[in-house]
């Protein structure tokens, strides 16, 4: 799901004006911010558009590559609570995901081998043809959209967003399995041109 943001972010100035009214606001710190928020949206919409041609949502595919060893390009079965951790979700949501997946056939549910008391999902024959198609233009589009940053300026921009997430997870520790359920909200800040 897209994030609820500002069409326009506001000019340097409009922000100084609101820091005069509020306080705890770092003008510098919040362009920074809204600019890093609607990088975020811009990027989804590029990989959401190829996912929407294929009917298939950004939590279904999360899902399906979490099924998916990269090391050996083969399926790799998982526990749902292990696809709940690794998707930073709750187990309730990766229950709904993974039974809309499996109604469609690119998922299945099997008793663990090892412990049979458990299930394990499986990715189908079909839930493989999908990524098949879908892989391909999806690695085009991430290229695509960071080739405009070379190789030194990709690296610093990976630092400095690990930089940014070390902080966030300082600040607000992520409760377990509460990720992607919460819903994005608007910018407070007021609109000026």
């Given amino acids: 799901m897209p994030f609820l943001l500002l069409k326009k972010i506001p000019r ?18 919040c362009e920074a911010f809204l600019h890093l928020m609607q990088t975020a949206d811009e990027a989804f919409r590029v990989t959401d558009s190829n996912l ?7 939590g279904r595919f999360m899902v399906l590559m979490l099924l998916l060893d990269k090391t050996c390009n083969c399926p790799k079965p998982r526990t749902p609570a292990e696809l ?9 949501t990766m229950t ?3 039974d809309t997946l499996e109604r469609d056939g690119l998922v ?12 394990s999902v499986h990715l189908t024959p079909k839930g493989r043809a999908l990524l098949d198609t ?10 695509a959209l960071m080739q405009t940053l ?7 921009l990976i630092q400095l967003l690990g930089k940014v997430r070390e902080q966030a997870a ?24």
């Fill in 134 to 143: 879908i892989l391909p233009t999806h690695f085009q589009r991430m290229a």
């Fill in 84 to 92: 709940a951790e690794l998707a930073n979700v709750t187990r309730a």
């Fill in 96 to 98: 709904g995901l993974v």
């Fill in 52 to 58: 929407a041609r294929h009917s298939i949502s950004q």
């Fill in 108 to 119: 299945k549910r099997e008793p663990d081998l090892v412990d049979r008391r458990m299930m």
């Fill in 12 to 29: 340097n100035e409009c922000l100084i004006e609101a820091a005069a009214q509020f306080s705890d606001l770092d003008p510098s710190a």
């Fill in 170 to 193: 300082k600040l607000f520790p992520a409760e377990q399995g509460s990720g992607s359920d919460k819903p994005s909200s608007a910018s407070p800040l007021p609109s000026c041109s």
């Fill in 150 to 156: 070379d190789e030194a300026e990709r690296r610093t």
